[in-house]
Every structure is written in structure tokens, then in C-alpha cells.
């Protein structure tokens, strides 16, 4: 059995009940945000897959890991700042769910949301 499926939504659950205490969101609202988080993977696999492809150059993948690392700072740095400044949890959804979407293998996924959750 592959444990990653109830890692992964336990993880959300946990950014859920984040967003719904820290941003003051409905549950409904925090469950939308949150389920947002695995959509980039949705988009990105099969276009990072074709830039790999086309590109043909092993530092290709290093640059696009590299990118994500960086969203996930961005993402890491607006969890930091107080509620009361940012009002909202988008900027830092579309960060982390873009770096997501790099994230070579479904563990390393879980790696970075179980990150997220120190963090934050």
C-alpha cells in the first residue's frame, strides 16, 4: 500500500484548519484553498515533462528545481508575515502549489507539504 494518498490528506487537512484559524476563513472557504495546493502538479507535470523533453540539457531540471525552491520561499515568507498585513492566503497557495508541480515524485510532494506544515 502506498502510503502517500493518506499522508497527502492528512497534510491538507492540517493547511486547512491553518488557513481557517490563522486567515479567518469559512471551513469552506479553507478546504477550497487548500485542495488548490495539489492542482499545480495537475498543469505542470505534463509541461515541465515537455520542456525537459524539448530543452534536452540536464540543467534544465536543476533550473526548474530551482524555481520551485524559490516559490517555496516566497510561499514560506508570506506564511511568516502577520494575518493583520497580508489578509489573505492566495499569494501563498499559488507559490507553494507551483513549486509543487515540480516536485519530481509524489514523496517529494509529501516532503514539501509535511515542510509546510513546520513552517507555517
Known amino acids: 500500500m502506498n502510503p502517500d494518498p493518506l499522508f497527502t490528506s492528512l497534510t491538507l487537512c492540517t493547511i486547512r484548519n ?11 472557504d479553507a478546504s477550497t484553498a487548500a485542495s488548490y495546493l ?10 515541465c515533462g515537455m520542456i525537459v523533453d524539448r530543452v534536452k ?9 530551482t524555481i520551485a525552491s524559490v516559490l517555496t520561499l516566497l510561499c514560506f515568507f508570506w506564511t511568516t508575515l502577520p494575518p493583520d498585513q497580508t489578509h489573505t492566503p492566495w499569494p501563498a497557495i499559488v507559490c507553494f502549489g507551483t513549486a509543487l508541480g515540480f516536485a519530481p515524485r509524489k514523496s ?4 514539501l507539504l509535511s515542510q509546510a506544515l513546520i513552517h507555517v
Open 18 to 28: 491553518i488557513f481557517e484559524r490563522r486567515f479567518g476563513l469559512s471551513e469552506l
Open 38 to 47: 495539489l492542482s499545480g502538479s495537475m498543469i505542470l507535470y505534463p509541461i
Open 57 to 65: 540539457r540536464g540543467s534544465i531540471v536543476l533550473q526548474l528545481m
Open 108 to 111: 517529494a510532494q509529501s516532503l
